[in-house]
């Protein structure tokens, strides 16, 4: 069956930094990745997506990239602020089983002025 | 304006009481999900819908049920829930006819079993 992992560890930095998070999944391709922000006791929102044969995405501050030999993407907030201070999740898109959608258990940031 | 929303936002229910959560969606999306989450976990997909077709994950237990009537609604039924159930419960919507289809999440529903 399909698995999707980020390393669970809570990840500290300071404001001004490049925040980076891992994303491994196996067995399963071709894959649609995607990015989620989680605040607090709210619903996932969605950030970025990349697919298996694009190399980076970005949007403004976000880069996302891919590496399908790792089956590995690296999220990458750049000039980070205590606002982008969240639990970030990966999750993988399945779309031939019907649109399936699962997550990796999360990334905790936590941004220090 | 909200465009998955569910309810109630908090739920109490006694031990073995059948419970049930309620989403509506006003994208018109083909696809929602249902997700049980759980502190500091992953969201866990229970089960979700591709139009009515119903698709259960391997794991999630027989106590959860689920019922869409229409392309609007999606309920989640809990039938006899323990104290194990206590979760977050979130459902989303994708129109996953596109391969770039993001899923789009409603405030979830606090569930807590005494």
């Known amino acids: 069956s399909q698995k999707i992992e980020q390393n669970s560890e809570a990840l500290n930095i300071q404001e001004g930094k490049t925040a980076t998070l891992t994303c491994n999944y196996t067995?399963?391709?071709?894959?649609?990745l995607q990015w989620y922000r989680q605040d607090p006791g709210r619903g996932p929102v969605f950030l970025l997506l990349?697919?298996?044969?694009?190399k980076e995405k970005r949007k403004e501050r976000l880069k996302v990239t891919f590496d399908t030999t790792l089956k590995q993407s690296l999220f990458h907030i750049t000039a980070s602020q205590p606002a982008d201070s969240a639990t970030y999740l990966c999750?993988?898109?399945?779309?031939?089983?019907?649109?399936?959608?699962?997550f990796g258990q999360g990334t905790e940031l936590s941004v220090k002025p | 304006d909200a465009m998955v929303i569910q309810n109630p936002r908090y739920q109490v229910t006694q031990f073995g009481k059948p419970v049930t959560l309620s989403c509506s969606q006003t994208?018109?999306?083909?696809?929602m999900y249902w997700y049980q989450q759980k502190s500091s976990q992953a969201p866990k997909l229970l089960f979700h819908?591709?139009?009515?077709?119903?698709?259960n994950e391997a794991d999630t237990p027989d106590n959860f049920q689920s019922r869409r009537p229409n392309t609007s609604f999606c309920f989640l039924d809990i039938r006899s829930p323990g104290l194990g159930d206590a979760a977050m419960y979130l459902c989303?919507?994708?129109?996953?006819?596109?391969?770039?289809?993001?899923?789009?999440f409603g405030q979830g529903t606090r569930l807590t079993v005494v």
């Open positions: 989303a919507t994708s129109r996953a006819a596109r391969m770039n289809a993001e899923a789009f």
């Open positions: 067995n399963y391709s071709p894959a649609y």
């Open positions: 990349i697919r298996e044969n694009e």
């Open positions: 999750a993988l898109l399945i779309y031939n089983q019907g649109g399936k959608l699962i």
């Open positions: 994208l018109n999306h083909n696809v």
């Open positions: 819908y591709y139009d009515k077709d119903f698709n």
